[in-house]
């Protein structure tokens, strides 16, 4: 029988949200291919992840010299596992991790790669995929030659679904040779302790409409009254004010939340690129004519120094009153 692999990525002994949603999407493609659904998983300690995974068959690469991600050692995993199993189909979330990933498994088992998809659907027996082009001003239908169909899958855009009640995997123990050209010999967090940003599912960003890294704390404020994650655009980024790791946009990192807060941000297109596909997208600037209202859901008008703490203190009541 047909199958179709993805790849779980853990993070500090976690599933990572955005794994779950390429097996999510996995199953809801099985049933067109009538296939099953299998997936790898790799790292220290993690065996005991498998039965959470909702897949038929889990692959577990469980070793120490597997502890820290290495593209070298990863990538030939995995592509033991495809010479292996043979599936139709590798979906691999567009994480960081899975951006370096995914094009040396394509490489190394000569297949093609669709980047960052938005949508997959089955079309005569054969997938074809939805991602974006042009900094998101347009969008290209793509389809496979060859088997496997490797894509990359944007977080949060694919619809997360339970497993099934009382589904018990298949779990498969593997090795992999883990001798490398390089090796991690430290991991540095920087954000310890905040929402993920390409996870979140509200995001509160600020601009240059602030004026100074002195007010980027209404931002943050907002931010914890909703449990959100924080970001920023790349002029303030350039400028100093806030760390590379939060900036949205083309050349930062690529988001789609439930709730996108932009505050004082103008809504260039390398912006817009990284956070349009979010689904209700709020812009506060005072600038009337400014381009991030043609792609908001809802716009306020008006002086950010005035509505942030606002909105701020009604987000406090608002989660208070909730308990």
Known sequence: MATILTFAEVRDGKLRRPSLEAISEARRLAAGLGATVSTVLIGNGVAGLASGLGADTVHVFDDA???????????????????????????????????DLAPRIAAKVGAGLVSDCVALKVVDGRLEAR???????????????????IATLRPNVFALSAPEAGKTAQVVTETVESAARARVTSVKATAEGKVELSEAQVIVSGGRGL??????????????????AVGASRAIVDAGWVDHQLQVGQTGKTVSPSLYIACGISGAIQHLAGMSSSRIIVAINKDGDAPIFKVANYGLLGDAFEILPQLTEAAKAHFAAKG
């Open 211 to 228: 004026k100074g890294p002195e007010h980027f704390h209404l931002v943050q404020e907002l931010g914890d009254a909703f449990g959100a």
């Open 131 to 149: 991602r974006p082009m042009y900094a998101g001003k347009a969008f290209a239908n793509v389809r496979w030659e060859g088997e496997p169909q």
């Open 65 to 99: 010299a597997l502890a820290s991600y290495a593209t070298e050692v990863w990538a030939r995993a995995v592509a033991k596992v495809i010479a292996a199993t043979k599936p139709v189909a590798v979906l691999i979330p567009f994480t960081a991790l899975g951006k």
